[in-house]
Structure formats: structure tokens, C-alpha cells
């Protein structure tokens, strides 16, 4: 099996099947572009066997991702974070909060995107400036979310990685 190497963990679901040779490409690629700092577009023939195949990763990995659902209605707001009150000295205080995303960017570890295909191109051109830094490259990267008025630095974590998946359509 020229191309691959023999450390490809066998996957098996009882209810879900996942083709041996497809299986072994996609682990390899993604161990390669994950492990050295890449984030991955993982495109299957439909939405559901991209996720197929990023959850057999994941799961073989033993990491616990965020996952977000990409929608039509997934608004930037809703991937990067958005005000709510909160109380101090029993006084309202508008608080920012921290999405899913900015959580792993800023502490490490996976973050799945599905659907990506779904989101509208504004929101993703916003994501742009994420996916194009390299966490691993040795440099400190500080990311600027206008939306956190009173932080808008976040300093992106060198474990930090997005998968998404999308279908070939």
C-alpha cells in the first residue's frame, strides 16, 4: 500500500460504514496538515461524509472539539461573540462574551465548522483572518475582534486548528 503508512488506526462504526483506502488518505492528510499547523477543508461527496470522516479523526485523536453549525442565518456576531448583561455590585454591566471559536483560538484545541458552505460570504470573508495565520510558524499572532470594545486583542493559542467541512456541491 504504497503511499501509506502502517500507523493508520483501523475505524470501524457499527452502524456506519467508512471505506478502508478512503479512510487511510484522509487520516494521513489530515495528521500531516494538522500537525504542522495547517487548518483543513475537509470536502466530502455530501456534508454528512466530511463529517464522517472528521468525527472518525477526532475521535481516534481523542480530541473533544467545539463544533459549530454553519448556517445561512450565522451571523459574525454569533461565530466571534456578542454583549449581554451581566451584574456587578448588583448594577448591570454589559459584559462581552466569547464565542466557542475565540475560546479555542485563544486556549488551544480543535474548532469544527460544519457546513461551511452554508455561511454567508461576508461572515466568512470576517473568518478570513483566522484562517490565514499559521499558529505553529513561531510568531506571536495578535487577532483584532472590534466586536469585544473593551479587549479587542486576542492573542491565537499555537494549538489552535479549524476543520471544516463542506460537500463537493
Not at 484545541?109 to 455561511?119: K, R
Not at 473568518?127 to 470594545?149: A, I, Q, W, Y
Request: charged share 25%.
Amino acid at each position: 500500500e504504497k503511499g501509506y503508512s502502517l500507523d493508520t488506526p483501523a475505524i470501524t462504526f457499527n452502524e456506519d460504514r467508512i471505506d478502508s483506502e478512503c479512510w487511510k488518505n484522509v487520516y494521513e492528510r489530515m495528521k500531516l496538515g494538522l500537525d504542522g499547523g495547517c487548518h483543513i477543508l475537509l470536502v466530502g461527496k455530501t456534508e454528512y461524509a466530511a463529517r464522517k470522516y472528521c468525527r472518525s479523526y477526532l475521535e481516534v485523536i481523542g480530541e473533544e472539539p467545539k463544533i459549530i453549525h454553519c448556517t445561512s442565518s450565522s451571523s459574525s456576531e454569533g461565530i466571534i461573540g456578542s454583549y449581554a448583561i451581566d451584574t456587578e455590585n448588583n448594577k448591570p454591566k454589559p459584559k462581552f462574551n466569547l464565542s466557542g471559536l475565540l475560546k479555542v483560538i485563544k486556549h488551544g484545541g480543535i474548532c469544527v465548522m460544519q457546513n461551511l458552505e452554508l455561511m454567508k460570504s461576508n461572515v466568512i470573508e470576517r473568518m478570513n483572518s483566522v484562517l490565514e495565520l499559521v499558529p505553529t510558524d513561531g510568531r506571536k499572532h495578535l487577532l483584532r475582534f472590534d466586536e469585544n470594545h473593551e479587549n479587542p486583542l486576542i492573542e491565537m493559542s499555537p494549538d489552535f486548528r479549524i476543520i471544516a467541512t463542506t460537500s463537493e456541491t
